[in-house]
């Protein structure tokens, strides 16, 4: 099956500084990724997608970034702000085999926007 | 319109206890997926629901849990007997079209087994 790897599990910046998560997947065969943040108390949401037919993806001050070669995607945060603190969670839909029509999520990153 | 919504916001119950959590996923959305979350881990899928059938339960830990969805409309998750593994937070989420598409998650059901 699926197996997603997220780092960093914290990631700690100040007001203004970007910010950057990864995330590597096992199964080729997953065509779409996307990324849910979760205020403390509040439900995950999703921020920004993208599809494995694109490589970049942006939203004002969020992106992100597809290699399907290597089987990694990363979200870029740029001029963070302490809203912005919160989990981030990344994940890979299968489109095949035994991960098939299932979300496989990384760990999660608690990122802390200092001001 | 509506989020998905999960009932109850908290549980407290001891080892052996039985225990109910509801989801009523967004009006119109056929697709209805419960994942849990245990200590700091990753989320990780339980089962799909398409309408009333279960279309996926591959993740499903063992035979303690049951997830009914009768009429296609709610679900329920029921875990009889409780064990403490089974803590941590229990998300439910809908989607309109099954498939790489949004699913839009509740504020989950964070359950603790003492």
């Known amino acids: 099956g699926e197996n997603v790897e997220q780092h960093p599990s914290t990631l700690s910046v100040q007001e203004g500084d970007s910010a950057v998560i990864k995330c590597t997947y096992s199964?080729?065969?997953?065509?779409?990724f996307p990324w849910y943040k979760q205020e403390l108390g509040k439900r995950p949401q999703l921020i920004i997608d993208?599809?494995?037919?694109?490589g970049e993806k942006k939203d004002q001050r969020i992106a992100v970034t597809l290699n399907k070669t290597a089987k990694h995607f990363s979200l870029h945060i740029t001029e963070t702000q302490p809203e912005d603190s919160a989990v981030y969670f990344c994940a890979a839909y299968g489109a095949g085999g035994t991960s098939y029509g299932k979300l496989t999520f990384g760990q999660g990153t608690i990122l802390t926007v200092h001001p | 319109e509506a989020g998905v919504t999960q009932f109850p916001s908290h549980s407290v119950i001891e080892k052996g206890q039985t225990v109910t959590l509801r989801c009523d996923p967004i009006?119109?959305?056929?697709?209805l997926y419960w994942y849990r979350r245990v200590m700091g881990k990753e989320i990780k899928f339980l089962l799909h629901f398409v309408k009333e059938s279960k279309q996926d339960e591959s993740g499903m830990p063992n035979n303690r849990f049951l997830a009914e969805r009768t009429g296609g409309t709610y679900s329920t998750l029921k875990v009889q007997p409780a064990e403490l593994e089974d803590s941590g937070v229990y998300f439910c989420a809908s989607s309109q079209v099954d498939g790489p598409y949004e699913q839009y998650f509740g504020p989950g059901t964070r359950l603790t087994v003492t």
């Open positions: 993208i599809r494995s037919n694109v």
């Open positions: 009006s119109g959305h056929d697709n």
């Open positions: 199964d080729s065969a997953s065509n779409y």
